[in-house]
């Protein structure tokens, strides 16, 4: 049995969760988290309003629904079971006629919605520099 260096050690321990390996695991977490749905319904979760202010509340299926323009029922139900199964938002079922279902995000979901709120400020507000230069490249092909 090879015996292990604290040198050996400490490289493993560093490159343990590095997303530039490819075996990483957190490599699935950020394709996870890059998808736009993934930031939209974290935002939503988190209660950015117009003004950009968080006010976080628990949300209906219903709400996040209207809330998410554009999100069909299935891409809308695949994205919150995967964040409820990285642990950032919470799912609570409400006995009542019909069934209430109620989301919320945890505290891991809460750390992840202040990058979340500040990618989907970041394109918000630099979407016209972007056109502009999708623009000025697509005319010079």
């Known amino acids: ?81 995967s964040l409820e199964r990285d642990g950032l938002i919470t799912r609570k079922v409400t006995p009542t006629v019909p069934v209430t279902v109620d989301y919320d995000m945890t505290e891991l979901g809460i750390s992840l919605h202040h990058t979340a709120r500040h990618l989907r400020t970041w394109a918000q507000d630099n979407m016209d520099a972007v056109q502009s230069n999708r623009r000025n490249y697509d005319g010079n092909r």
Not at 54 to 63: G, T
Request: charge should be positive; aromatic fraction near 4%; glycine fraction near 6%.
């Open 1 to 81: 049995m090879a015996t292990t260096t604290a040198a050996q050690k400490r490289d493993r321990d560093k490159n343990a969760y590095n997303a530039m390996l490819v075996a990483c695991p957190s490599r699935q977490l950020l394709d996870r988290l890059s998808d736009k749905w993934v930031v939209l319904v974290l935002c939503a979760l988190g209660g950015d309003g117009p003004d950009g202010t968080a006010h976080p509340a628990a949300l209906r299926y219903s709400e996040l629904s209207r809330i998410i323009a554009g999100v069909s029922e299935k891409m809308l139900t695949q994205t919150l079971r």
